[in-house]
């Protein structure tokens, strides 16, 4: 917690430098551009169960119902505008984006996964609403996704201001850049438990090297805050802490003060609110041929990471992309390998502390469930963070719900291997292949230790229909003993480029 003031420290420095180094000749050629992405797409389903396998319907923003058969159409429309022209060259930006997705079928419905709004100056923004979002030092494309922000959940709405990408500090000539927000957000009043859940957030990462440099280091952390909302466990009157000064500890990572509003003991001698994040560290080797990425996350939620004792636990993955390939029947132009360990969670012990250990013992760290929010690390019953660490409800057909939090099983380790290349020189193709271990938690171990195999395929090209048109399918399949067994697949249609520049 101290690392992460001293660079919340830093993050709001960073956010008052906005003048970049260059002379004024040379900074007013600078044309700074937005990339938008506006498609309409339609797409079916189908399973053998009336289950969605795994990788059809995770880590896609939740918008992919969990059941089928189904039918979808999906619509987004998102453009920016200059606020000045001239030598100025877009420094001002105004734009926004809306995402409209309609499911038919057993689980319909009319879901509205992006609607935002956003202010640009130079590499910064303030934006409003729901934006699709990655956060951490992971591949967002053929991983598994980030362990604490994975884009499994649709996103959830909140008011951020930080860069766009890595900003260069000054006076380094770029040798050093930065990344960095700060979010409040809104979690939904229909949870199970809680209700009136607020988001805060906040992650700082840095860069050595240059954009063009060979190689790179990168580090920072992420964190998140579940705080202020209501729950009938471990409070006052069913009221988690507000107020100013809360808001402040929180920030920090500080425990409660009973000098501020009427805090009990629980929050005296944890921390105010559910807190959780990574601290990252990356890799990246560049040859004129193709690009290596290093990377791996750690997990915090208490103290276990700052005593060293959960460093078994985390993400690591190693990304590799092909810049040169040439039109081969077939190719293979990019490959993701990573592990995932959740199972030692600082050990089976925790306590807030004894005459015999007066710091406590800090284990059990029981990721992704919280004593006062025990509908847990989730949005509309999907996990936010990596979908391996799996909803209670997507289990408890064959493993008994863990009392009444929200998963029954963040005890796993995951192998998973993704593909992408090339078939036929027009064809894209793509596979994602996962193999699980799960233990269940500490306090509800699994009978045996389950194990899972999901897999998925998809193959992609264009064909001549409505000026151009992309063709997409997969074909997937979940084998093992955690879900059933369910083979299932996809067919759609995407057109893509609905707004000009």
Same mark, same amino acid.
């Given at each position: 917690?101290?690392?992460? /003031?001293?660079?919340?420290?830093?993050?709001?420095?960073?956010?008052?430098?906005? !003048?970049?180094?260059?002379? =004024?000749?040379?900074? %007013?050629?600078?044309?700074?551009?937005?990339?938008?992405?506006?498609?309409? *797409?339609?797409?079916?389903?189908?399973? /053998?169960?009336?289950?969605?396998?795994?990788?059809?319907?995770?880590?896609?923003?939740?918008?992919?119902? !969990?059941?089928?058969?189904?039918?979808? @159409?999906?619509?987004?429309?998102?453009?920016?505008?200059?606020?000045?022209?001239?030598?100025?060259?877009?420094?001002?930006?105004?734009?926004?984006?809306?995402?409209?997705?309609?499911?038919? #079928?057993?689980?319909?419905?009319?879901?509205?996964?992006?609607?935002?709004?956003?202010?640009?100056?130079?590499?910064?923004?303030?934006?409003?609403?729901?934006?699709?979002?990655?956060?951490?030092?992971?591949?967002?494309?053929?991983? &598994?996704? %980030?362990?604490?922000?994975?884009?499994?959940?649709?996103?959830?709405?909140?008011?951020?201001?930080?860069?766009? #990408?890595?900003?260069?500090?000054?006076?380094?000539?770029?040798?050093?850049?930065?990344?960095?927000?700060?979010?409040?957000?809104?979690?939904?009043?229909?949870?199970?438990?809680?209700? !009136?859940?607020?988001?805060?957030?906040?992650?700082?990462?840095?860069?050595?090297?240059?954009?063009?440099?060979?190689?790179?280091?990168?580090?920072?952390?992420?964190?998140?805050?579940?705080?202020?909302?209501?729950?009938?466990?471990?409070?006052?009157? #069913?009221?988690?802490?507000?107020?100013?000064?809360?808001?402040?500890?929180?920030?920090?990572?500080?425990?409660?003060?009973?000098?501020?509003?009427? *805090?009990?003991?629980?929050?005296?001698?944890?921390?105010?609110?559910?807190?959780?994040?990574?601290?990252?560290?990356?890799?990246?080797?560049?040859?004129?041929?193709?690009?290596?990425?290093?990377?791996?996350?750690?997990?915090? *939620?208490?103290?276990?990471?700052?005593?060293?004792?959960?460093?078994?636990?985390?993400?690591?993955? @190693?990304?590799?992309?092909?810049?040169?390939?040439?039109?081969?029947?077939?190719?293979?132009?990019?490959?993701? @390998? *990573?592990?995932?360990?959740?199972?030692?969670?600082?050990?089976?012990?925790?306590?807030?502390?004894?005459?015999?250990?007066?710091?406590?013992?800090?284990?059990?760290? =029981?990721?992704?469930?919280?004593?006062?929010?025990?509908?847990?690390?989730?949005?509309?019953?999907?996990?936010?963070?990596?979908?391996?660490? &799996?909803?209670?409800?997507?289990?408890?057909?064959?493993?008994?719900?863990?009392?009444?939090?929200?998963?029954? =099983?963040?005890?796993?380790?995951?192998?998973?291997?993704?593909?992408?290349?090339?078939?036929?020189?027009?064809? @894209?193709?793509?596979?994602?292949?996962?193999?699980?271990?799960?233990?269940?938690?500490?306090?509800?171990?699994?009978? %045996?230790?389950?194990?899972?195999? /999901?897999?998925?395929?998809?193959?992609?090209?264009?064909?001549?229909?409505?000026?151009?048109?992309?063709?997409?399918?997969?074909?997937?399949?979940?084998?093992?003993?955690?879900?059933?067994?369910?083979?299932?697949?996809?067919?759609?249609?995407? !057109?893509?480029?609905?707004?000009?520049?």
């Amino acid at each position: 917690m101290k690392l992460i /003031s001293l660079s919340l420290a830093f993050l709001f420095s960073a956010t008052l430098i906005t !003048k970049s180094h260059s002379q =004024n000749n040379i900074q %007013s050629l600078i044309e700074y551009k937005d990339s938008t992405n506006s498609f309409v *797409e339609v797409f079916g389903m189908a399973s /053998s169960t009336s289950r969605t396998p795994f990788w059809i319907q995770t880590n896609q923003f939740g918008i992919v119902p !969990k059941t089928g058969p189904a039918g979808s @159409i999906n619509i987004q429309l998102e453009q920016f505008w200059s606020l000045n022209g001239g030598e100025k060259k877009n420094k001002w930006r105004i734009g926004g984006g809306i995402q409209a997705v309609g499911n038919m #079928g057993k689980d319909a419905k009319f879901l509205l996964p992006q609607v935002h709004g956003s202010l640009r100056f130079k590499n910064w923004e303030l934006f409003v609403g729901r934006r699709k979002q990655w956060i951490g030092l992971a591949d967002s494309t053929l991983g &598994t996704g %980030s362990y604490v922000w994975s884009g499994n959940a649709i996103p959830i709405p909140k008011v951020q201001i930080g860069t766009i #990408g890595f900003v260069s500090v000054p006076l380094t000539k770029g040798w050093i850049s930065f990344n960095t927000f700060y979010s409040e957000g809104m979690f939904e009043n229909s949870r199970p438990i809680t209700s !009136k859940l607020k988001l805060h957030q906040k992650a700082f990462y840095l860069r050595i090297g240059k954009t063009s440099s060979k190689f790179k280091l990168y580090g920072g952390f992420n964190h998140q805050v579940q705080w202020g909302g209501n729950s009938p466990y471990e409070t006052i009157d #069913g009221k988690m802490p507000t107020g100013f000064g809360n808001y402040v500890n929180l920030v920090i990572g500080r425990s409660g003060d009973a000098n501020v509003g009427r *805090e009990n003991y629980f929050d005296n001698h944890n921390r105010v609110g559910n807190h959780l994040g990574t601290v990252d560290m990356a890799m990246e080797i560049e040859t004129y041929s193709n690009s290596w990425f290093f990377y791996r996350q750690n997990i915090y *939620e208490d103290g276990s990471l700052f005593a060293l004792k959960n460093v078994a636990d985390g993400l690591n993955g @190693i990304r590799f992309r092909s810049k040169n390939f040439y039109g081969s029947n077939f190719s293979i132009y990019e490959a993701n @390998i *990573e592990f995932l360990y959740t199972k030692s969670q600082g050990g089976s012990e925790f306590n807030y502390g004894d005459l015999d250990a007066p710091r406590g013992i800090l284990g059990r760290d =029981n990721y992704f469930n919280n004593t006062q929010v025990r509908d847990g690390w989730s949005y509309y019953d999907r996990t936010i963070g990596t979908p391996f660490i &799996t909803p209670t409800s997507d289990t408890q057909w064959k493993y008994p719900k863990y009392a009444d939090s929200f998963t029954s =099983n963040n005890r796993v380790s995951v192998f998973h291997i993704g593909l992408k290349g090339t078939l036929l020189q027009k064809v @894209i193709w793509s596979t994602k292949l996962s193999y699980s271990s799960n233990e269940g938690t500490y306090d509800a171990p699994f009978a %045996s230790k389950p194990t899972q195999f /999901s897999g998925l395929i998809t193959m992609q090209g264009k064909i001549n229909l409505f000026g151009g048109t992309i063709l997409k399918g997969s074909v997937a399949a979940d084998l093992g003993e955690l879900y059933q067994d369910t083979y299932g697949f996809t067919l759609g249609l995407r !057109k893509e480029g609905l707004l000009s520049r």
